[in-house]
């Protein structure tokens, strides 16, 4: 059985950093896409950051692009998302996400991944 797990969310002032987490468990191919994605409450969920573990390439939405850095931990199986400069538009509930295989030519498809965490909370306050 395939989980995913987020945590390091909480709540921050504008201009502060979080640190999200996303560890797998069960069975895995070494080399998939990851992502994360976020909602916020009234909006339709949206793309942050993809990586594919197996090449080290990733990819970012337009509005956190130069402001958070998804990297990988092969060995502990971990995704993560490195947020600064948070904006109070960052508030949102976090998910990370894989499809099990390569990243999608449309990185941001979210029904292309196959497995969802339960989120975690993002909250930055202006």
């Known amino acids: 059985q395939v989980q995913l797990v987020e945590s390091g969310g909480g709540s921050v002032q504008a201009g502060g950093s979080l640190r999200l987490s996303c560890a797998a468990s069960?069975?895995?191919?070494?080399?998939?896409?990851m992502a994360w994605f976020r909602q916020a409450p009234g909006k339709e969920r949206e793309w942050v950051a993809a990586i594919y573990t197996g090449g080290f390439s990733s990819w970012y939405a337009d509005s956190v692009k130069g402001r958070f850095t998804i990297s990988q931990d092969n060995a502990k199986n971990t995704v993560y998302l490195q947020m600064n400069s948070l904006k109070p538009e960052d508030t949102a509930m976090y998910y990370c996400?894989?499809?099990?295989?390569?990243?999608?030519?449309?990185?941001?498809?979210?029904?292309?991944?196959?497995?969802w965490g339960q989120g975690t909370q993002v909250t930055v306050s202006s």
């Open positions: 996400a894989t499809t099990m295989t390569w990243c999608p030519v449309v990185v941001g498809t979210p029904t292309l991944y196959k497995y």
């Open positions: 069960g069975y895995f191919y070494s080399e998939k896409c």
